[in-house]
T-cell receptor, first 115, second 111 residues
Framework: NAGVMQNPRHLVRRRGQEARLRCSPM?????VYWYRQLPEEGLKFMVY????????ESGMPKERFSAEFPKEGPSILRIQQVVRGDSAAYFC?????????????FGPGTRLTVL | GNSVTQMEGPVTLSEEAFLTINCTYT??????LFWYVQYPGEGLQLLLK?????DKGSNKGFEATYRKETTSFHLEKGSVQVSDSAVYFC??????????FGQGTRLTINP
């Protein structure tokens, strides 16, 4: 059973370009979470999605950022018109609630560098 | 809102030393508590968890006990190894909600 997969692992963009980050959850997992880790800081929650639904986007910046988790295919985190402050590691996690609590499994992350 | 406070790092120890990394939390109700470990250049791996008061999570020689009375979940290991060098994150969640992380503690073990 493959773990959570993210691609690309490294992404370089110039200011003003768009960044698309992909996350494929573990097989059988229907909950996806995105977190951002700034250099030397902890992870901050961005958004929580289930298939075709955004459940909690309280951590998403109000502008330029969007996320989706379609019925088929990976979850996408999209950042439009990137700025230098968007440079960070973006982690995706997935979970299932069969155990009654929220054990999240993390992908290896996408490290975004904005020039 | 919910929050997690971790012992500030970095922490540097010699091999075979005893390790404690403090973690306290603020939450309504009864959250689940976790310790995650992050090795350089990698994502987070779950180290151990506890889902109710007085539970003890353990893995790879690490232990942490869910203390409701002190709202704490301190991480301990009796004898650390060089391979334990990493960043350790304490976290909580409630139900299907997001994980709330502490700021992380960087641990370096010298031979």
């Amino acid at each position: 059973n493959a773990g959570v997969m993210q691609n690309p692992r490294h992404l370089v963009r110039r200011r003003g370009q768009e960044a698309r980050l992909r996350c494929s959850p573990m097989k059988g997992h229907s909950h996806v979470y995105w977190y951002r880790q700034l250099p030397e800081e902890g992870l901050k929650f961005m958004v929580y999605l289930q298939k075709e639904n955004i459940i909690d986007e309280s951590g998403m910046p109000k502008e330029r950022f969007s996320a989706e988790f379609p019925k088929e295919g990976p979850s996408i985190l999209r950042i439009q018109q990137v700025v230098r402050g968007d440079s960070a590691a973006y982690f995706c996690a997935s979970s299932t609630l069969t155990s009654g609590y929220n054990e999240q499994f993390f992908g290896p992350g996408t490290r975004l560098t904005v020039l | 809102g919910n929050s997690v406070t971790q012992m500030e790092g970095p922490v540097t120890l010699s091999e075979e030393a005893f390790l404690t990394i403090n973690c306290t939390y603020t939450a309504t109700g009864y959250p689940s508590l976790f310790w995650y470990v992050q090795y350089p250049g990698e994502g987070l791996q779950l180290l151990l968890k506890a889902t109710k008061a007085d539970d003890k999570g353990s893995n790879k020689g690490f232990e942490a006990t869910y203390r409701k009375e002190t709202t704490s979940f301190h991480l301990e290991k009796g004898s650390v190894q060089v391979s334990d060098s990493a960043v350790y994150f304490c976290a909580l969640s409630q139900g299907a909600q997001k994980l709330v992380f502490g700021q992380g503690t960087r641990l370096t073990i010298n031979p």
